[in-house]
């Protein structure tokens, strides 16, 4: 009985674990040649989006609007959780259910928030959305992680790789590694 309780509380727990937390709910935004990382809360509309996500990048056109936002319409809805919100330069808010606004400035309205562009300075936020300059193409997209798809197996040296494909100087103390063409955890 005790192991079922166990083996129960495990399973639980791992699906916990495969929720997106915070710190997991990231998109890419593409405007041009430059992607930057958008940190996105956590609501049921930013899960909408992710999972539109799934089946690939959404591209929209945005406009200047009112000196201090790009806004543009999806090509879907999304849902809305409104609240009365002072933006600030690099919020990304979801407006009317279906259009994006893209913040260099600030405004307060009724919104649902989605996340926040992350920049070095406002500067380099208004240059990253054209600020100013009309119309631009906006992609969003689940950023892309980098993995080992294959590993060479020529020479069995010892030569330790982490998963990135990096020389490691050692094997680590915890985690995945790469050893004479075998994976390893520990």
């Not at 639980?12 to 930057?36: R, V």
């Not at 996105?40 to 799934?54: G, H, K, M, Y």
């Amino acid at each position: 009985m005790a192991v079922c309780i166990l083996l129960l509380t495990a399973c639980s727990d791992n699906q916990t674990m495969a929720q997106p937390t915070t710190s997991d709910m990231k998109i890419d935004i593409t405007i041009g040649e430059t992607t930057l990382p958008v940190v996105l809360v956590d609501n049921e509309a930013t899960r909408a989006l992710l999972n539109a996500l799934q089946t690939g990048p959404i591209t929209y056109e945005a406009n200047d609007y009112g000196g201090f936002e790009k806004v543009g319409a999806l090509n879907r809805s999304l849902p809305t959780a409104d609240e009365r919100i002072t933006t600030q330069a690099g919020d990304v808010i979801l407006y009317n259910g279906n259009q994006i606004v893209l913040f260099y400035g600030s405004n307060t309205w009724s919104y649902t928030r989605l996340g926040r562009i992350q920049y070095t300075s406002v500067d380099e936020l208004k240059a990253f959305l054209k600020a100013g300059q009309g119309r631009v193409s906006v992609t969003l997209s689940i950023p892309q992680a980098t993995v080992v798809k294959t590993v060479s197996t020529a020479t069995h040296d010892g030569t330790i790789y982490d998963l990135s494909g990096n020389e490691l100087a050692q094997e680590p103390e915890t985690g995945f590694y790469i050893k004479n063409g075998k994976k390893y955890i520990k």
